[in-house]
């Protein structure tokens, strides 16, 4: 195993010096070592946004009202001030109308390409058909559509106009949909009716008449033509229930005026979504001056991006990925969007991707660069690449060790945050060291600590991420929500005035962070607590597992069992010897309160559509709770696997006996069934996605 914090990566003298973050310290007069700018950031933090406001030159009128006022949840920022999203991302397009903006790739090698100026052209033509529909200030607009140059232009319309855009991806079946749009109640939907994944094609037309015949404000639907589909959303007219249909050609028939409508700060931009596993999807609402002003931070110190890069991020419209993906037009990147499968026709199809189109910053999920790592990859033909962001789950120190020596000269920078924020807390920056497994720093602007279970920050113990200090790209309300409820239970029902994200932190006295999983999926093994991406650390080493999922069964005063499901590799057994292999790595490895009362074999890891692993549904169906009760089953990439896991499904296999300091209750399957035949999951499902 690779040392957690060993040495991988140290920034050149060169490199420190050419960052857009020395640039930004050197403009403010502040010389120094980059957690002495952090503290500055933190602790004057009206006169931190407001220097990102200056240093950028945000396109908008500043206002003369506080920077912030009131505490968290209700703190307002920038009172009086307007601004656009849209306007700011194509700020440069009557300046630099010839620039690089937009570069979509499909897994069949599909390419097109989009200047600046075509890009605001497109956007004008989409904002004149939006508007004529009556779409306006304040309104909705939906969308279920592929990672695709219309979802951009879109969205950048509906942005222009100080309309409010949500996205779903068409992998999405029509009752997790549904679930989202009928809470935001949009005026128009925009559709494909078909999506190639994995080199299928999945006609998504019925889904498409299901959605929109459970949204009754509908006044419009915009079909956007699937690739060889023949007759798709070229029709046009009303439906049955007087809908007004409209291809996307007519949408964008008359050219317009490229104009924006000025927003306060805090008018909503988008709406993004939780996973909804264990009920309705929160439904979050984002301003456009809190995103502009976080991606322009973001984006440029944190992940140095300018005019001459090409920043790709593998996402789907579904995941707040293609939020900050899109934020590179923000600081002048040309951004490149992929439809398809990450690992079709072979794994490493995204990073041939990178080496043609010249990318120099590569985003992707954690399960990528481990797939990646156990396929045995040496990836070539990336001159220009210089930083690859991992995010979605915690990377191991393995993973990180393989990317260096993989791809030596690459600074790894891996992120840590959320769709609550659309952005990281926790993160790289150029100026900084890389070592195995260790999140180099806490993100400027955003006051990060770690408290232990009494509320008391810590350095060096794992704890509660918390943020004590209000960043502008929270939210600026959960929509349909009017008394702020549902928004305080999800962040400050914990600690009052103090957001509590959910995952375990050590934050080490250099400023470094590692991140242990979801704190609410702890593994708690005679006192001492563990988060869950150290046990998958050890168990994932194994070649001849795929997948797993680890479940403590243990109750507030009463332990539990500890439970480790395993996916296998095809045609690999989990036979005597490999379960002896994997007790002796996790006593050896963790301790031996961690080595599993049972280990057992399942067809699959039931996941989220954004991918994410069900830990805490899983353990409320171990312990009696019904599968239809504990989880979503519209939320899931794969529910078809999820029987699997109710108490008395399998024969499990034991892990051995007992140690005498180890839990010896009996909840937890006990017997065998037949495996779900596999199925082709949709794209969200794909272990390679975040």
């Known amino acids: 195993m690779v040392e957690e914090g060993a040495p991988l990566w140290e920034p050149s003298p060169e490199i420190v010096r050419n960052a857009k973050v020395t640039r930004y310290a050197q403009w403010l007069g502040r010389a120094g070592d980059y957690e002495s700018l952090w503290q500055w950031s933190v602790d004057a933090p009206e006169e931190f946004w407001t220097s990102i406001w200056d240093y950028f030159g945000v396109v908008g009128e500043r206002g003369d009202g506080?920077?912030?006022?009131?505490?968290?949840?209700?703190?307002?920022?920038?009172?009086?001030?307007?601004?656009?999203?849209?306007?700011?991302?194509?700020?440069?397009?009557?300046?630099?109308?010839?620039?690089?903006?937009?570069?979509?790739?499909?897994?069949?090698?599909?390419?097109?390409?989009?200047?600046?100026?075509?890009?605001?052209?497109e956007v004008a033509r989409v904002r004149t058909g939006l508007a004529a529909l009556g779409v306006g200030r304040g309104d909705r607009v939906a969308a279920y559509v592929p990672n695709v140059p219309e979802a951009l232009i879109a969205f950048l319309a509906t942005a222009s106009l100080g309309a409010v855009w949500s996205s779903c991806s068409p992998d999405f079946g029509a009752p997790s949909v549904i679930d989202r749009f009928t809470q935001?109640?949009?005026?128009?939907?925009?559709?494909?009716?078909?999506?190639?994944?994995?080199?299928?094609?999945?006609?998504?037309?019925?889904?498409?008449?299901?959605?929109?015949?459970?949204?009754?404000?509908?006044?419009?639907?915009?079909?956007?033509?699937?690739?060889?589909?023949?007759?798709?959303?070229?029709?046009?007219?009303?439906?049955?229930?007087?809908?007004?249909?409209?291809?996307?050609?007519?949408?964008?028939?008359?050219?317009?005026?490229?104009?924006?409508?000025?927003?306060?700060?805090?008018?909503?931009?988008?709406?993004?979504?939780?996973?909804?596993?264990?009920?309705?999807?929160?439904?979050?609402?984002?301003?456009?001056?809190?995103?502009?002003?976080?991606?322009?931070?973001?984006?440029?110190?944190?992940?140095?991006?300018?005019?001459?890069?090409?920043?790709?991020?593998?996402?789907?419209t579904g995941w707040m990925m293609w939020n900050y993906l899109v934020g590179g037009l923000l600081v002048g990147s040309a951004v490149v969007l992929y439809d398809g499968a990450a690992t079709y026709p072979e794994t490493g199809a995204l990073w041939r991707l990178a080496a043609e189109e010249g990318v120099t910053y590569f985003g992707t999920g954690a399960p990528y660069v481990i797939a990646s790592m156990k396929a045995g990859l040496l990836p070539s033909g990336l001159d220009r690449l210089r930083g690859l962001g991992s995010t979605g789950s915690p990377l191991p120190p393995e993973g990180f060790a393989w990317v260096h020596e993989a791809l030596p000269e690459v600074q790894l920078g891996s992120f840590s945050g959320g769709t609550d924020v659309c952005t990281g807390f926790v993160g790289a920056v150029p100026l900084l060291p890389v070592r195995a497994g260790v999140i180099p720093c806490r993100c400027l602007g955003a006051r990060v600590e770690s408290f232990d279970p009494s509320g008391t920050p810590v350095i060096g113990q794992v704890g509660e991420l918390v943020l004590t200090l209000p960043m502008p790209s929270m939210p600026v309300m959960f929509w349909n929500d009017p008394d702020g409820s549902r928004y305080r239970d999800s962040y400050f029902s914990e600690y009052p005035g103090v957001w509590r994200h959910g995952d375990w932190i050590k934050i080490l006295p250099d400023g470094g962070c590692v991140?242990?999983?979801?704190?609410?999926?702890?593994?708690?093994?005679?006192?001492?607590?563990?988060?869950?991406?150290?046990?998958?650390?050890?168990?994932?080493?194994?070649?001849?597992?795929?997948?797993?999922?680890?479940?403590?069964?243990?109750?507030?005063?009463?332990?539990?069992?500890?439970?480790?499901?395993?996916?296998?590799?095809?045609?690999?057994?989990?036979?005597?010897?490999?379960?002896?292999?994997?007790?002796?790595?996790?006593?050896?490895?963790l301790s031996p309160r961690h080595v599993p009362n049972e280990i057992i074999e399942v067809p699959g890891i039931p996941r989220t559509l954004s991918g994410k692993k069900l830990e805490v549904p899983i353990r409320k169906i171990l312990l009696g709770v019904a599968p239809e009760k504990a989880a979503n089953l519209d939320a899931m990439a794969n529910p078809e696997v999820l029987s699997h896991f109710v108490p008395g499904a399998h024969l499990s296999r034991k892990a051995g006996p007992t140690p005498q300091d180890e839990p010896t209750s009996q909840t937890g399957p006990t017997s065998q069934t037949e495996p779900t035949p596999k199925t082709e999951l949709p794209p969200e499902a794909d272990a390679t996605r975040h």
């Open 66 to 121: 506080p920077v912030m006022s009131g505490e968290m949840p209700g703190t307002e920022w920038f009172a009086g001030s307007t601004l656009n999203y849209a306007a700011n991302a194509l700020r440069a397009a009557a300046s630099a109308p010839g620039r690089l903006a937009v570069i979509s790739r499909d897994e069949a090698g599909g390419r097109r390409a989009l200047t600046l100026g075509e890009l605001a052209e």
């Open 184 to 316: 935001i109640e949009p005026k128009v939907l925009v559709a494909v009716d078909g999506y190639d994944y994995n080199g299928r094609r999945f006609d998504r037309s019925g889904v498409v008449q299901d959605i929109a015949a459970k949204l009754p404000t509908l006044v419009a639907r915009v079909s956007i033509p699937a690739q060889d589909i023949p007759g798709t959303a070229e029709s046009q007219g009303a439906t049955g229930d007087g809908v007004r249909t409209v291809s996307w050609a007519e949408l964008r028939a008359v050219a317009g005026p490229l104009d924006f409508e000025p927003v306060p700060f805090g008018h909503p931009l988008w709406i993004v979504y939780s996973s909804g596993t264990t009920g309705l999807p929160k439904p979050i609402v984002h301003g456009h001056g809190g995103v502009v002003l976080e991606h322009l931070k973001a984006l440029s110190f944190h992940q140095d991006l300018g005019e001459d890069d090409v920043f790709f991020w593998y996402t789907t």
């Open 515 to 589: 991140i242990y999983g979801r704190s609410d999926s702890t593994l708690n093994r005679g006192g001492v607590r563990m988060g869950t991406s150290e046990f998958y650390r050890v168990v994932e080493r194994f070649e001849e597992i795929t997948d797993s999922l680890v479940i403590d069964t243990g109750q507030l005063g009463q332990e539990g069992r500890l439970l480790l499901y395993v996916t296998m590799a095809e045609a690999t057994p989990l036979d005597d010897d490999l379960v002896a292999r994997l007790r002796r790595e996790l006593r050896e490895g």
